[in-house]
């Protein structure tokens, strides 16, 4: 039985605060119409429990400080509930500012009322509150840049049956009168290709679909000039429309473009005056023309890369502005200016989604950057998420050319309003920004800057208008979360220089971001700066694991006293830069790295423990987590596949809300995912989908529909992520609104496999994906995970009321655990291969007969054991491996599992100098193709050191934190741990020093309006005490527990 322990703080200033809504603090431009209202309470006495709220809504702050809740009294309602009120007052108008506050009893009867000011504001409600019309503005020379490519491949084959693994080679000479401005070389292929100007290769890409730009300007030479090309036929996948093929289309198209400083363009296409030989003949012959670029039998490329653009307009105010808010996004990337003061610093908006369907946009207040008289407002336009090489096989999810979409609602003091949108009256030049990729980098040519266009009375003569664009009909919504911003600045620490001209910056730290360069030398002057994660033995950098991520930024000097460089519509993975071309000699103060993240914040989670090496885990968990959670939860942020791999985030999901408050994150992607499910009910392997086919009967094939389909543990993050937000944040609504999708999953898996077993439907099925040299049975896994779904599911419509769907769940789980058993269990106890994973996942989601379990458990160490205790787990078994064996007495092997430093372990990657977790558990020595350094995966083992070395946990009774469980499991090589956890209703900390044996100290700090349940290391209530008085205590295992209310407590066991 719990004790109740005597208060010992005075509450008399105690009160609500951190009011939130929809998770964040005064956030502005919500459009949900209910949205979500959060509170914390500061008092720190003892036992102290919210009894009743009520919550004030008013027009103005002035209403509310009057006591006039003229839009919402939610009246004295009685509940200890603090997170997840829905707000239900008047409806809600767009564009308005509605001022809160909270005021709650105690079980006492005492009140108090929050004395912040907090406030949310609507965006758009509706589609008609949009009176700005989307624009675009082409680039005069993009239709010239396509005329005349043709795609190419060796005369007297059909390119569209090749061999896979057959290499032509092309040629091209390119005649150049005087040294040019610029050359680019774009090349876009059926297969793969190597490129060579003058002998030196300048790009290697592999599978390259869309048009590859390639900067070449330094290798060119006035007069001739050979461009070589090696195409070699690719290999088709294992899986997918193309499983099983002989052979393979394979052809070629390029344009060479060489731009001169008095503006004049030669153009070098494919065609049959490109030279043409197989790589292992030796004579040339003319190129065979296979057909233009729109040609269906090898799909159109899409456009030539263009650079950015920038957009303008100048508008008059009559009066003083009293205040303004601008609503603006974009089908590209992009950055808005105001007077020559940019608005905002987010980066990379707007977010990546799937355009397909929905665009989010953002609201900046720029009240204090607009003045009485002549203003301009302007915006520079790339490509960004949007027009970068996600999609697989194209570059933009519409056709170019991008897209700009603002609107400047403006009030004046005297009560007039007005608004500025984006129209036709809008015009646009050429930017800067010669070329900007996600996966490439950016180009910037200083010298084209044109001084003062996002300023009034700039002369704009010569720029031509912007046209009002086509927009297939798509979700114009606000954003959920915030966007990305530079969360912080790393020096670098040390400069080395592997050969002459090169200089490799070491960071210090795998970052995600880039670097702010500082540079002064001569006008044309090109600084090329590429990103790694490790070096070669000779000091250069390693890029192999890049693939097809040319991950490179040039600078192109203007030539003033100093210039500086960030680059605004790309981002990094990386360590290491290589920077050639520098102007003398760089020191360590000529690039500062600059760190991109969607979460700004400090991590909410911190550890401490007597093990160096635990606590360097957590330190690179919250590296990687930092870096990845970037608009989406990429897999990894170096090569180019930066996208969000739903199997990556599901089995990190709970380590990383421990870590970071990701709470308005989780809804962002919750709402990808449901973005991204097939209309058969199938939730996909990468959110946003970023596959070509739109699953339309017609257009679907058998071998098509199958790949769109999630992998299990992959297109199971559907339900994961929802399920382990609300045990985290106890976020009711997620699964409120997500229940339709969720089902429709649910569905979709029972649809295909009848018998309970889960072998239908399954997507590529990646299994336990990396595992170090075993094979579990994939089938096995797959339903274990239905399993796992199927539990999820009945806990969360318990959670919501859905009783009815909660017995049919608990059903299910039961159906499907008799299918296992009879498929997969022996009756001497051995699962499936006998790998770890088969075991694992039998236990953890309770598919084996209790009578077994010990057998079972017994099997899972004896092989731990024989692998002189290392794991052999992949993607889908290592998140419950630790907790299988804790949760089964064997608290000792995890430990050993958890503390090696060999391989595979978590370790080993420490001793190898990671600083971010590893993709593969031999990341030094693994497929470079498959080599992230960057890749949080295998960091879901630290959920495991924040519930049960720290031994912070939620209960899943009252999820959210409201009731908490302290139940540090200890072992004699970790004599100490310090965990805090800012949890949704306050700060958590535990701290504990000793041994199971004893003695053995717990202090606990325990945050208003929760309650908690303590267990302690002791055989009887007569060995504990706190703050040196005896207590009582229910045993339970090994422990006894007691239960707590909020406040401060120290516990002693003798």
């Given amino acids: ?256 473009k060489i731009s001169h400083f008095d503006g004049s363009v030669l153009r070098f296409t494919t065609n049959e005056n490109w030279a043409a030989k197989l790589e292992s003949q030796s004579s040339w012959q003319p190129s065979q023309v296979i057909g233009d670029l729109s040609d269906k039998r090898m799909s159109d490329p899409g456009p030539i890369p263009q650079p950015a653009v920038e957009l303008r307009r100048e508008f008059d105010l009559p009066e ?222 390693y890029t192999e694991n890049l693939r097809n991520a040319d991950a490179t930024d040039i600078y192109v000097l203007k030539g003033d006293e100093e210039e500086q460089f960030s680059p605004q519509f790309t981002f990094h993975g990386f360590r290491y830069v290589q920077v050639t071309g520098y102007p003398g000699t760089p020191d360590k103060n000529a690039l500062l790295g600059e760190v991109v993240s969607s979460l700004r914040g400090e991590a909410v989670g911190r550890l401490t423990t007597s093990s160096d090496l635990i606590n360097k885990m957590w330190s690179i968990g919250i590296w990687g987590q930092r870096g990845n959670f970037l608009s989406v939860p990429t897999d990894c942020p170096q090569r180019d596949e930066r996208l969000g791999w739903m199997g990556d985030a599901g089995v990190f999901w709970r380590t990383g809300s421990y870590n970071f408050d990701i709470a308005a994150f989780s809804q962002k992607f919750a709402a990808d995912m449901v973005d991204a499910q097939t209309p058969q009910g199938a939730f996909t392997n990468v959110s946003p989908n970023t596959l070509p086919f739109g699953g339309s009967d017609a257009e679907m094939t058998p071998a098509r529909r199958e790949n769109m389909v999630g992998a299990p543990g992959w297109g199971d993050a559907g339900i994961i992520i929802p399920w382990t937000t609300w045990i985290q944040y106890g976020n009711k ?56 779904l199927a539990n999820m599911m009945s806990e969360m419509a318990h959670a919501v009321g859905k009783e009815a769907d909660a017995k049919r769940y608990t059903e299910l789980v039961d159906h499907i655990r008799a299918g296992f058993q009879r498929a997969y269990i022996k009756d001497n106890g051995e699962v499936g291969t006998g790998t770890q994973t088969s075991y694992v996942v039998a236990l953890y989601t309770k598919m084996a007969p209790k009578e077994l379990e010990p057998v079972l458990v017994e099997k899972l160490v004896k092989d731990i054991e024989s692998r002189n205790w290392h794991l052999s787990t992949g993607f889908l078994g290592t998140p419950f491996l630790l907790f299988t064996l804790a949760d089964h007495g064997r608290d000792d092997v995890a430990y050993r599992l958890l503390l090696n430093d060999t391989y595979p372990s978590w370790g080993y990657m420490l001793s190898k100098g990671a600083t971010t977790w590893w993709e593969r558990w031999n990341g030094d020595t693994g497929d470079p193709a498959m080599n992230s350094y960057n890749h949080y995966a295998f960091g879901s083992v630290v959920a495991w050191v924040y519930r049960y070395v720290a031994g912070i946990d939620s209960a899943l009774s009252s999820p959210g934190f409201k009731k908490i469980v302290v139940h540090p499991h200890l072992d004699p090589r970790v004599t100490f741990a310090r965990g805090e956890y800012d949890s949704i209703y306050g700060k958590i900390v535990t701290d504990w020093k000793g041994t199971a044996q004893g003695p053995f100290k717990l202090s606990v700090t325990i945050p208003a309006n929760t309650t908690a349940d303590i267990f302690l290391p002791a055989a009887s209530s007569a060995e504990v005490t706190e703050s040196g008085k005896n207590v009582e205590a229910q045993r339970k295992g090994d422990s006894l527990i007691v239960s707590v209310g909020s406040g401060f407590y120290t516990f002693e066991v003798k």
């Fill in 320 to 541: 003083r502005v009293l205040s303004a808010r601008l609503y603006v996004t974009a089908l590209g990337s992009y950055r808005v200016y105001l007077n020559g003061k940019r608005v905002g610093s987010d980066v990379l908006t707007p977010e990546f989604t799937d355009y397909r369907k929905r665009v989010l946009y953002q609201t900046y207040d720029v009240g204090s950057l607009l003045a009485k008289g002549k203003n301009a407002i302007g915006a520079t336009l790339a490509d960004g998420w949007y027009g970068s090489g996600l999609t697989w096989v194209g570059m933009h999810f519409f056709p170019p050319p991008n897209r700009l979409l603002a609107q400047l609602e403006i009030d004046y003091a005297d009560g007039r309003h007005e608004t500025i949108v984006t129209d036709k009256s809008w015009k646009g030049a050429v930017a800067p920004v010669v070329h900007s990729e996600i996966y490439s980098g950016e180009t910037y040519d200083a010298r084209l800057e044109q001084k003062g266009w996002e300023n009034p009375r700039f002369d704009d003569s010569r720029w031509t208008s912007a046209t009002v664009a086509e927009l297939p009909r798509i979700s114009v919504s606000s954003e959920s979360t915030l966007p990305a911003q530079v969360v912080a600045t790393l020096k670098a620490e040390r400069v080395t220089q592997p050969a002459k001209g090169t200089y490799i910056f070491d960071m210090g730290q795998n970052m995600v971001g880039w670097v702010s360069l500082k540079v002064k030398g001569r006008s044309g002057t090109r600084v090329r700066l590429r990103f790694a994660e490790i070096l070669n033995p000779d000091g250069t950098i």
């Fill in 1 to 256: 039985m719990g004790v109740l322990f005597v208060a010992f703080t005075d509450s008399a200033s105690a009160r609500p605060f951190h009011l939130r809504c929809e998770y964040l603090e005064n956030p502005v431009g919500i459009d949900k119409t209910s949205p979500q209202l959060s509170w914390q309470s500061n008092n720190t006495e003892r036992n102290w429990e919210q009894t009743a709220y009520q919550i004030l809504v008013a027009s103005s702050l002035e209403n509310l400080r009057t006591g006039k809740a003229d839009v919402w009294d939610s009246g004295k309602t009685n509940s200890g509930e603090s997170v997840g009120i829905a707000y239900a007052g008047s409806k809600l108008e767009s564009r308005h500012r509605y001022y809160w506050k909270v005021r709650v009893w105690d079980e006492r009867g005492q009140l108090s009322e929050s004395t912040e000011t907090s406030w949310w504001e609507m965006g758009f409600l509706t589609p008609d509150d949009w009176k700005a019309q989307w624009i675009s503005w082409k680039n005069p020379e993009a239709d010239a840049d396509r005329a005349g490519i043709r795609w190419i491949w060796i005369a007297g084959q059909d390119a569209l049956k090749v061999e896979p693994n057959t290499s032509a080679v092309f040629r091209e000479l390119v005649n150049i009168p005087e040294k040019p401005r610029e050359g680019a070389l774009f090349i876009a292929v059926r297969g793969n290709y190597a490129a060579r100007v003058n002998g030196h290769e300048v790009s290697r890409k592999r599978a390259w679909t869309s048009f590859d730009r390639q900067d070449i300007t330094d290798l060119l030479v006035v007069g001739e000039n050979t461009i070589e090309v090696t195409v070699t036929a690719g290999t088709p996948l294992p899986y997918g429309p193309d499983a099983g093929a002989k052979t393979v289309p394979v052809a070629l198209a390029a344009l060479v």
């Fill in 733 to 788: 609504d997620l699964i409120e609104r997500n229940w339709d999708s969720m089902q429709h999953w649910m569905e979709f898996i029972l649809s295909g496999n009848p018998d309970f077993l889960r072998k239908k439907g399954v997507g590529p099925n990646f299994a336990d994906w990396l595992a170090p040299d075993e094979h579990t049975d994939k089938d096995l896994l797959a339903t274990a995970y239905w399993a796992l």
